[in-house]
């Protein structure tokens, strides 16, 4: 039976508390740049903090990034993933009273809800499902399900397109490049080919890119392709412990120039020594929706489809915790 115990203690995020919080990030087994401070709050103009520090006595056990609005508390609004960010060495009976203990601390505060979206595993330094396990004692309800793609970096393939776009692009004059040219990126080729293609803009300004790209110059790099002195194509990569992620990529209007897949084909095998690559979601209308065109896209470099999964749990369901060990 699972302990009420005293000790356990959550505390709300202050910045008094912002070196422990970055340390705790960077030891975590599935903690990423992202959960760092600095990183969270770039935006903290958009949503309004909830992240919540749970300690057992005087040591930090866990984390959890989050925001609150209309009442909900989730799992960073702002950020792709989130949950509860933990070390190693965090048993399988405290992770359960680290949950058991957060859902009653927001359960009697009047919070009802609280959203996940959970971590792709392969982010995390070791395989770990400890709280998929815990979200199916609470009877969470899975929402949502992205087609989120993937492959070990071992895996890279090209499918007989990629090759014979590569074989066309030796004929064009391309200059590769990295640098900090996220404005021409953001301005002439991410923007315009965003709107057009889906109607949509980059979840990040190119103010805000720069200013990250600043706060972060060893994580976030950008590669770019040239043409007689003109951007033909652009990549923002995420650079994680064990992950290389395409964070943003486009390429201009004539797609048959395949300076994409150029870029694509060189920053993969130039960030090789990472155990994987991701190329995040293909999916829409919170994963009900395939986007065909993506998928195939990157099924082409061999990468292969994985889930990510988001949940709702009722904060009054922390009791079903109590029981679970015979």
């Given amino acids: 039976?699972?302990?009420?115990?005293?000790?356990?203690?959550?505390?709300?995020?202050?910045?008094?508390?912002?070196?422990?919080?970055?340390?705790?990030?960077?030891?975590?087994?599935?903690?990423?740049?992202?959960?760092?401070?600095?990183?969270?709050?770039?935006?903290?103009?958009?949503?309004?903090?909830?992240?919540?520090?749970?300690?057992?006595?005087?040591?930090?056990?866990?984390?959890?990034?989050?925001?609150?609005?209309?009442?909900?508390?989730?799992?960073?609004?702002?950020?792709?993933?989130?949950?509860?960010?933990?070390?190693?060495?965090?048993?399988?009976?405290?992770?359960?009273?680290?949950?058991?203990?957060?859902?009653?601390?927001?359960?009697?505060?009047?919070?009802?809800?609280?959203?996940?979206?959970?971590?792709?595993?392969?982010?995390?330094?070791?395989?770990?499902?400890?709280?998929?396990?815990?979200?199916?004692?609470?009877?969470?309800?899975?929402?949502?399900?992205?087609?989120?793609?993937?492959?070990?970096?071992?895996?890279?393939?090209?499918?007989?397109?990629?090759?014979?776009?590569?074989?066309?692009?030796?004929?064009?004059?391309?200059?590769?490049?990295?640098?900090?040219?996220?404005?021409?990126?953001w301005d002439t080729l991410l923007i315009p080919n965003l709107y057009d293609r889906f109607k949509v803009k980059p979840v990040h300004t190119k103010y805000e890119i720069i200013k990250l790209h600043e706060l972060f110059p060893e994580n976030i790099k950008f590669f770019s392709i040239y043409k007689e002195g003109i951007m033909q194509a652009g990549v923002v990569i995420f650079l994680l412990k064990n992950v290389a992620h395409f964070q943003y990529s486009s390429g201009n209007s004539d797609r048959d120039n395949a300076a994409l897949d150029v870029l694509f084909n060189e920053i993969i095998k130039f960030y090789k020594d990472k155990k994987y690559i991701s190329f995040g979601s293909s999916s829409e209308s919170e994963g009900r929706i395939l986007n065909q065109g993506l998928m195939h896209w990157k099924e082409s470099f061999g990468a292969y489809m994985i889930n990510q999964d988001f949940y709702l749990i009722d904060t009054n369901n922390y009791p079903l915790l109590e029981n679970i060990f015979s």
């Fill in 1 to 185: 039976m699972i302990q009420k115990e005293h000790s356990i203690e959550i505390v709300r995020y202050t910045n008094a508390f912002k070196q422990q919080w970055d340390r705790f990030v960077d030891e975590a087994k599935n903690g990423t740049f992202l959960f760092r401070r600095d990183f969270m709050e770039y935006h903290k103009d958009r949503f309004e903090d909830y992240s919540l520090m749970i300690f057992k006595g005087k040591k930090l056990k866990a984390v959890l990034p989050a925001t609150i609005s209309q009442n909900i508390i989730s799992s960073h609004d702002g950020l792709s993933y989130g949950g509860f960010i933990v070390k190693q060495s965090l048993t399988f009976d405290d992770f359960t009273q680290v949950v058991y203990q957060t859902l009653s601390f927001l359960n009697k505060k009047g919070y009802s809800t609280l959203k996940i979206k959970l971590i792709p595993e392969f982010y995390s330094s070791i395989p770990s499902q400890e709280f998929n396990y815990i979200l199916f004692l609470l009877n969470a309800k899975l929402y949502r399900k992205d087609a989120y793609y993937m492959m070990p970096s071992t895996n890279y393939s090209l499918n007989r397109n990629r090759k014979r776009a590569l074989e066309r692009a030796e004929k064009q004059n391309f200059e590769l490049k990295q640098n900090d040219d996220f404005e021409v990126f």
